[in-house]
Antibody, heavy 119, light 107 residues
Framework: EVQLVQSGGEVKKPGESLKISCEGS????????IAWVRQMPGRGLEWMGIIYPADSDTRYSPSFQGHVTISVDKSINTAYLQWSSLKASDTAMYYC????????????WGQGTLVTVSS | EIVMTQSPATLSVSPGERVTLSCRAS??????LAWYQQKPGQAPRLLIYGASTRATGIPARFSGSGSGTEFTLTISSLQSEDFAVYYC??????????FGQGTKLEI
């Protein structure tokens, strides 16, 4: 069974750093791109970026380039999304998701990690 | 960036009704279009890919159609568990996926 299990919710202050994780199991982890998607409270889905675990090839949405860093540790089947300095506007649910090998749509989603940034 | 526009934003419907949701792309995406369902407090779930192919385990009452810039998701007979938000997504312009803003089905 394909599973993407994300780390737990976080409460942070503005200016703090954060790294959240997404562990995959039940499939050949290094062979599938992993995407990160943001959902702000009461809003829709926004694609942030994507990484290929086999070689760490990473692509970012222009809207998020420079604001977040996506990385992967293929030895433990885990992708990461990190911020060096959080803002209140980063408060959102963050999903990791697997891109299907048959076509670049998303076929599996993690359960989401809620990040709350508040002073 | 390809902009995806869904209509309507909210649709009030009753169980048993047939429903059609629309999604329009700002430029052609061929058939590189997926639909997702999101229920409150849950992650999205893939319903349709390739504009018209149902994902594994998706009931036959869900169907997708269209190509180019105009797409529809049809639910032939609404069940209570279908009340949710539905998003379309283009993946033609990979890796620059874009989502529509969503259509909420409410009772």
């Amino acid at each position: 069974e394909v599973q993407l299990v994300q780390s737990g919710g976080e409460v942070k202050k503005p200016g703090e750093s954060l790294k959240i994780s997404c562990e995959g199991s039940g499939y050949r982890y290094h062979a599938y791109w992993i995407a990160w998607v943001r959902q702000m409270p009461g809003r829709g889905l926004e694609w942030m970026g994507i990484i290929y675990p086999a070689d760490s090839d990473t692509r970012y949405s222009p809207s998020f380039q420079g604001h977040v860093t996506i990385s992967v540790d293929k030895s433990i089947n885990t992708a990461y999304l990190q911020w060096s300095s959080l803002k209140a506007s980063d408060t959102a649910m963050y999903y990791c998701a697997r891109q299907a090998v048959a076509g670049p749509y998303i076929d599996y989603w993690g359960q989401g990690t809620l990040v709350t940034v508040s002073s | 960036e390809i902009v995806m526009t869904q209509s309507p934003a909210t649709l009030s419907v009753s169980p048993g009704e047939r429903v059609t949701l629309s999604c329009r792309a700002s430029q052609s995406v061929s058939s590189s279009l997926a639909w997702y369902q999101q229920k409150p407090g849950q992650a999205p779930r893939l319903l349709i890919y390739g504009a018209s192919t149902r994902a594994t385990g998706i009931p036959a009452r869900f169907s997708g159609s269209g190509s180019g810039t105009e797409f529809t998701l049809t639910i032939s007979s609404l069940q209570s568990e279908d009340f949710a938000v539905y998003y379309c997504q283009q993946y033609s312009d990979w890796p620059l996926y874009t989502f529509g803003q969503g259509t909420k089905l409410e009772i």
